[in-house]
């Protein structure tokens, strides 16, 4: 059904509603990003984290409460199960503090709380590893660039890199706008968004490309020949995006909250590159005057002399 509302004008329209609804989404995330920010994990603020268990099922907010009574800085807690918590603490505070609530938590008959680990990142450390990760996405960036600039003609090669720039964009927004917790397993999963992305921009480009440089094409408009190649990859595409979904879903549901950042990061880019695909990597192009003159052979001076000839 989808291939069929894929062809003539239909298909064109809708990605071109598509491309109009990508370009509000990635100025609603750059606003986002620039009010909110990123709520940065200990991996790049640093501070205490502590990890302990009680021994039954306390709720969240009891829980928090009591540990406000007992702590005099700033901290972050989360469930990781029922009996399972995890308290983050702002750099700042001292030991003697983190002490304090520990020793009440773990007194405390109704608690009854052991804690499993604590440890301190330093903000040095945190500092360092933010400009890592910075330096990785950036050289990542600077590859795809390259190679898209060796693979295809100029216009399919830019519709590409704004695809990826639009799915790292929507991704990062979202993280902004839930305020989800930005630690570098996220990070790890941006640079796995980079490839996925350029994966699928580069299959539908390919194919673009292919119908192009085919003679008999030549009297079909640019919008018919990129719908044909949408609808020829689109069976793959979705084959191998659901594929993926499914396995991500696991991950985010079953694998305990360390990894939920990473396949809520993982499965919105997947989502998001699929869609950007087909709405920005093969319709961008068309706007920038993409057409089969492209791919025509150009010959040299001399030759084309010889050719005009009488």
């Given at each position: 059904?989808?291939?069929?509302?894929?062809?003539?004008?239909?298909?064109?329209?809708?990605?071109?509603?598509?491309?109009?609804?990508?370009?509000?989404?990635?100025?609603?995330?750059?606003f986002?990003?620039?009010?909110k920010?990123?709520?940065?994990?200990?991996?790049?603020?640093?501070?205490?984290?502590?990890?302990?268990?009680?021994?039954?099922?306390?709720?969240?907010?009891?829980?928090?409460?009591?540990?406000t009574?007992?702590?005099?800085?700033?901290?972050?807690?989360?469930?990781?199960?029922?009996?399972?918590?995890?308290?983050?603490?702002?750099?700042?505070?001292?030991?003697?503090?983190?002490?304090?609530?520990?020793?009440?938590?773990?007194?405390?008959?109704?608690?009854?709380?052991?804690?499993?680990?604590?440890?301190?990142?330093?903000?040095?450390?945190?500092?360092?590893?933010?400009?890592?990760?910075?330096?990785?996405?950036?050289?990542?960036?600077?590859?795809?660039?390259?190679?898209?600039?060796?693979?295809?003609?100029?216009r399919?090669?830019?519709?590409?890199?704004?695809?990826?720039?639009?799915?790292?964009?929507?991704?990062?927004g979202?993280?902004?706008?839930?305020s989800?917790?930005?630690?570098?397993?996220?990070?790890?999963?941006?640079?796995?968004?980079?490839?996925?992305?350029?994966?699928?921009?580069?299959?539908?480009?390919?194919?673009?490309?292919?119908?192009?440089?085919?003679?008999s094409?030549?009297?079909?408009?640019?919008?018919?020949?990129?719908n044909?190649?949408?609808?020829?990859?689109?069976?793959?595409?979705?084959?191998?995006?659901?594929?993926?979904?499914?396995?991500?879903?696991?991950?985010?549901l079953?694998?305990?909250a360390?990894?939920?950042?990473?396949?809520?990061?993982?499965?919105?880019?997947?989502?998001?590159?699929?869609?950007?695909?087909?709405?920005?990597?093969?319709?961008?192009p068309?706007?920038?005057?993409?057409?089969?003159?492209?791919?025509?052979?150009?010959?040299?001076?001399?030759?084309?002399?010889?050719?005009?000839?009488?």
């Amino acid at each position: 059904m989808l291939n069929t509302f894929l062809k003539g004008e239909a298909g064109t329209r809708l990605r071109f509603y598509g491309m109009l609804l990508s370009a509000i989404l990635v100025l609603l995330s750059v606003f986002t990003l620039s009010q909110k920010g990123l709520n940065f994990g200990l991996d790049f603020t640093g501070g205490y984290l502590t990890e302990f268990t009680t021994s039954q099922s306390v709720e969240l907010k009891q829980l928090e409460q009591f540990i406000t009574k007992n702590h005099n800085g700033e901290f972050e807690l989360t469930a990781q199960g029922n009996s399972h918590f995890q308290l983050r603490e702002a750099p700042s505070d001292s030991t003697a503090n983190s002490n304090d609530w520990q020793s009440a938590i773990t007194q405390n008959a109704d608690i009854n709380a052991e804690v499993l680990s604590s440890a301190y990142i330093g903000s040095q450390v945190g500092d360092e590893l933010f400009e890592q990760g910075c330096l990785a996405l950036f050289s990542a960036m600077v590859a795809v660039m390259l190679y898209l600039a060796v693979r295809f003609e100029w216009r399919l090669a830019v519709g590409s890199v704004v695809a990826l720039v639009h799915d790292l964009l929507l991704v990062l927004g979202l993280f902004s706008l839930l305020s989800i917790e930005f630690n570098l397993t996220v990070l790890a999963s941006l640079l796995a968004i980079i490839g996925y992305s350029l994966n699928d921009s580069i299959i539908v480009g390919d194919r673009v490309r292919e119908l192009l440089r085919v003679k008999s094409n030549n009297a079909l408009s640019p919008a018919s020949i990129i719908n044909n190649a949408i609808k020829s990859t689109l069976t793959r595409t979705l084959i191998t995006s659901g594929t993926t979904l499914a396995t991500v879903a696991s991950v985010w549901l079953l694998a305990g909250a360390p990894l939920q950042g990473f396949a809520i990061a993982l499965f919105t880019g997947i989502v998001v590159g699929t869609f950007s695909s087909i709405c920005i990597a093969a319709t961008l192009p068309e706007l920038l005057g993409l057409s089969a003159k492209n791919y025509e052979e150009k010959l040299d001076v001399k030759t084309q002399a010889l050719m005009d000839m009488p």
